[in-house]
Nanobody
């Protein structure tokens, strides 16, 4: 069982930066691949970024490549999403999620692969 709590959201001007954190509880956090998703008003939840259990592999949706980075600190049971050069279209509720994996290099874009979800944190980018 893993419980996830996101933080770090807020209001920022276009071009600014935010760092989201997702703190996980549970002894087996390091065995999970982690992902970030977002949902804008009136839209479906979409994949943003993922990081493998080992932290060695990462993946990003095209719209955030070069602007967002994902990292994890397994000693602190925390995954981060650093968001730079924010745009108004990045406005959404951001969710972190955990997926149980057998291999350290695995990561997923599909929301259905993730077993646990946080409650979300609001990111609003003003233009």
């Amino acid at each position: 069982q893993v419980q996830l709590v996101e933080s770090g959201g807020g209001l920022v001007q276009a071009g600014g930066s935010l760092r989201l954190s997702c703190a996980a509880s549970g002894r087996t956090y390091s065995t999970y691949a982690m992902g970030w998703f977002r949902q804008a008003p009136g839209k479906e939840r979409e994949f943003v970024a993922a990081i493998s259990r080992s932290g060695g592999n990462t993946d990003f949706t095209n719209s955030v490549k070069g602007r967002f980075t994902i990292s994890r600190d397994n000693a602190k049971n925390t995954v981060y999403l650093q968001m730079n050069s924010l745009k108004s279209e990045d406005t959404a509720v951001y969710y972190c999620a955990a997926a149980g994996v057998l291999f350290g290099s695995s990561l997923f874009r599909e929301a259905t692969k993730y077993n646990y979800w946080g409650q979300g944190t609001q990111v609003t980018v003003s233009s």
